[in-house]
C-alpha cells in the first residue's frame, strides 16, 4: 500500500441559507454596504480602482462595527466551510488537512469602477462568504498502481462530486500532486 498527496487549492461560495442558521442577518447585507461605501470612495477621490476592505478600518464615516461584522462573518464562513469538508470529504480520502483558508472578501477587488454592474459585482466580492482554500488529500492506493497518474484526477474529480451540492460554488483553481 501507499499513500499519494494531493494539494488542492479551490474556491467554494457558503449556500446563504448555511450562514443564515447562524447570523442575525444577511451577509449580502455587509458586502452591499461596503460596496456602497467603497463605490462612494471611488467616485469622489477619482480613483480607477476599489480597495480593500482594510482601507476602511478607522476612516472616518465608516462604522468601525462594519469592519467588526465583516471579519466575524468571515471567522464564521471559515469555521463552516472546514466542518462541511471535513465531513464530506472524510469517508473519501484517508486524511484531509487544511493548509490555509483565505475569506476572498478581504482581497483586492477585481472590479473597477468603470464596469458594466460594477456596485453589484463589488457587492458580491464584499460578502464574506467566498473563500479561497487549499488542503492536502491523502489517498490510500495499491503499490500495483503506484506508477499510474490517476491520484490528482481522481482527488479532484471526487473532492468535486463530493461538494459540489452542499456549497453554493466549488470550483477546484488547482492541484498537484505532492512528492515525499
Not at 470612495?41 to 462604522?63: H, K, M, N, Q, W
Amino acid at each position: 500500500m501507499r499513500f499519494d498527496r494531493t494539494l488542492v487549492t479551490l474556491n467554494v461560495q457558503l449556500k446563504a441559507e448555511t450562514l443564515q442558521q447562524h447570523l442575525p442577518c444577511s451577509a449580502s447585507i455587509i458586502g452591499r454596504t461596503l460596496a456602497t461605501i467603497a463605490d462612494d470612495y471611488a467616485r469622489s477621490s477619482g480613483e480607477g480602482y476599489y480597495p480593500a476592505i482594510e482601507f476602511f478600518r478607522g476612516r472616518e464615516g465608516v462604522d468601525p462595527e462594519l469592519i467588526e461584522s465583516a471579519e466575524q462573518v468571515s471567522w464564521l464562513a471559515a469555521k463552516l466551510a472546514r466542518e462541511i469538508i471535513q465531513k464530506q470529504l472524510r469517508p473519501i480520502f484517508s486524511s484531509v488537512s487544511f493548509q490555509s483558508i483565505q475569506n476572498l472578501a478581504f482581497s483586492m477587488p477585481r472590479v473597477r469602477p468603470n464596469q458594466k454592474d460594477a456596485l453589484e459585482k463589488l457587492a458580491q466580492h464584499y460578502t464574506p462568504d467566498t473563500l479561497k482554500i487549499e488542503l492536502v488529500l491523502t489517498i490510500m492506493r495499491r503499490d500495483s498502481e503506484a506508477e499510474d497518474d490517476r491520484a490528482e484526477p481522481y482527488a479532484r474529480k471526487m473532492m468535486f462530486r463530493w461538494l459540489e451540492s452542499v456549497f453554493e460554488t466549488v470550483e477546484v483553481a488547482g492541484s498537484s500532486v505532492l512528492t515525499s
